[in-house]
């Protein structure tokens, strides 16, 4: 991975409106596409840019409560330690 890129997985999720496949899947501690099967099973809506997925975090917090959860629990581990 280059240096750029575990800088930004290192990085805390800030709350935004919409967030990338990429960043959730880092925050999570999961591959990328593993993230964007488990957003397509849990029937998530996204929008694709280009080869950009983007995921609302209304989507998020209606459909995928506990993902959410579980995200913000790591990034406040991470932000502790």
Known sequence: ?????????????PIRPLYT?????????MSRRRALRLFQKLGLSMMR????????????ERKAPQFL?????AELKRLLS
């Open 49 to 60: 840019m280009d080869r950009i997925w983007l995921v609302p975090l209304d989507e998020l």
């Open 69 to 73: 959860g579980s995200v913000r629990t």
């Open 21 to 29: 496949v990429p960043e959730l899947a880092a925050a999570a501690c």
């Open 1 to 13: 991975m280059p240096r750029d890129e575990l800088a930004a997985a290192a990085a805390p999720l």
